[in-house]
């Protein structure tokens, strides 16, 4: 990641993103595996995202991310599939969910009979079957239980603006010198714990020489020491959507390259699982009004694929990350960054800085953070946390090594975010600036974090949410 701190763009404001849908559902029943004689229970909870809004009359293709958890034998939360909502058209709403159950990847498939003659028991009855490799080995049934659900499932559904990921991957530099432009991608290899760093950037240098490309791949192993290539610098060819350059691409839905003549290689397609995340203000990415613009194309991805170095090469299935855009004139002159996904479709981002400008620089770090929980995003406005309004102080951030955090309260919640990275797990590298100045960031693929949410009730603060992640979070602090 690369820290910036200004930005300018002479492109034209986009037209209007469409209106998707997404909402909450919560389902239990249960499930007679055909190699047994008793009933197991179930749990389903899903959340669901539309491209655009649902069509009564119509079918609309959604996709589902959530929890399963299933008594005595499954508890996955990173449950995946698709749903095809299509009440009056086909007379249907069917589930199609892939999930893991003892190491074995299964699919759950099933759907509502929508009938006039029984509207509520129809909508509500999900008969499905479980496949494993295409063959069925259990069927059940789930209930949506209104009693205890209707009024949460009701109160869940949102109608975001909704961006294409692949729109935001496109280079936003027009030919101004002194400009930095930056695309990252962070994730976790489920199955070693191997956390792994693909990094981008465009250089136009302040002088007015000719803008170069270049970047670096790492891996961060769970057991054994961090490893780093790089590519480049070589000449700059946009192409309109989004890096390529030395034989590196990385644009949407598509990763791959490699570095110091192959000893790292990579080739992954991304799937965008979740909405854009905007961790600085939406308006400073479509108006470069700030002193900086980074946003998250997709919250949440998923990668399968391969990556390679040296003799090693791990084979990826759904490996949770992320990739992020940043464009500005150069790094900060402190800065801290945090991706973290939570689970159960949860993910936080932070960025805190220090301004390289005159007057700003002896400032303490903004902070902008965004969690974004149950499908909500939270502060609700980014400035919010950055200069704090409505009782609420600005969020403070101390950045150190080798463990530095983030508090701050808006409106009835408060956080605490503390973020440990590891010296053995830690990768620092010199970043060069536009005007050919030097910083070096500090990053680790496999940090440690603590999440503490909370909530004003009468009588005081309560837990609201907690999270720990051992080695499974991204971060980075960067100093001059």
Not at 1 to 16: F, L
Not at 196 to 214: N, Q
Not at 249 to 265: Q, Y
Not at 288 to 299: D, E, K, N, T, Y
Request: charged share 25%; hydrophobic share 35%; net charge positive.
């Amino acid at each position: 990641m690369t820290a910036p701190t200004s930005a300018h763009d002479a492109t034209r404001r986009p037209a209007a993103p469409a209106r998707g849908t997404v909402f909450r559902e919560t389902m239990l029943g249960t499930l007679r595996r055909d190699d047994e004689d008793h009933v197991r229970r179930v749990r389903m909870d899903l959340r669901v995202t539309a491209e655009r809004r649902l069509r009564v009359l119509g079918t609309t293709e959604a996709r589902a991310t959530g929890r399963i958890r299933i008594a005595g034998w499954a508890d996955d939360p990173g449950a995946e599939g698709e749903l095809e909502i299509s009440p009056l058209a086909r007379h249907r709403i069917r589930y199609r969910i892939t999930f893991t159950a003892d190491g074995r990847r299964l699919t759950l498939d099933g759907w509502k009979s929508v009938t006039p003659r029984r509207p509520v028991a129809s909508m509500t009855v999900l008969p499905y079957t479980l496949y494993e490799d295409g063959t069925r080995i259990g069927t059940g049934s789930l209930r949506f239980p209104l009693a205890t659900q209707l009024l949460p499932f009701l109160t869940s559904f949102r109608f975001p603006r909704r961006a294409d990921p692949g729109t935001l991957l496109a280079p936003r530099w027009r030919g101004e010198p002194g400009c930095t432009e930056v695309w990252y991608t962070t994730l976790t290899d489920p199955d070693t714990g191997s956390g792994l760093w693909l990094h981008h950037e465009l250089t136009a240098p302040a002088d007015g020489s000719a803008p170069y490309a270049h970047g670096w791949a790492a891996v961060f192993p769970k057991d054994g020491p961090v490893r780093h290539a790089r590519f480049g610098p070589a000449g700059w060819t946009p192409d309109g959507h989004g890096f390529t350059a030395d034989g590196v691409e990385a644009g949407p839905g598509r990763l791959s390259g490699s570095a110091e003549g192959g000893a790292l290689r990579w080739d992954l397609t991304e799937r965008p699982v979740d909405e854009p995340l905007f961790t600085l203000p939406r308006w400073s990415w479509r108006r470069p009004l700030l002193p900086a613009a980074q946003l998250l194309p997709a919250a949440r991805a998923c990668y399968d694929g391969t990556f390679s170095h040296d003799d090693t090469t791990l084979t990826l299935a759904s490996a949770p990350g992320a990739s992020a855009r940043i464009y500005g004139h150069g790094n900060a002159r402190r800065w801290a960054w945090l991706h973290a996904d939570l689970g159960g479709g949860d993910v936080l981002e932070i960025v805190a800085a220090v301004s390289m400008r005159p007057g700003l620089r002896r400032l303490p770090p903004l902070v902008f953070l965004r969690l974004r929980r149950q499908g909500r995003t939270w502060p609700r406005r980014a400035e919010r946390t950055a200069v704090g309004w409505a009782g609420a102080g600005r969020f403070r951030a101390g950045i150190a090594l080798p463990t530095w955090t983030v508090t701050g309260r808006a409106g009835l919640r408060r956080i605490r975010v503390e973020v440990t990275q590891h010296t053995d797990r830690t990768l620092a590298l010199d970043y060069t600036d536009p005007d050919g100045s030097h910083a070096t960031c500090r990053n680790s693929e496999r940090a440690d974090a603590h999440v503490l949410l909370e909530r004003w009730w009468p009588g005081g603060w309560r837990t609201e949410a907690e999270w720990t992640l051992e080695g499974t979070a991204h971060a980075e602090v960067g100093t001059r």
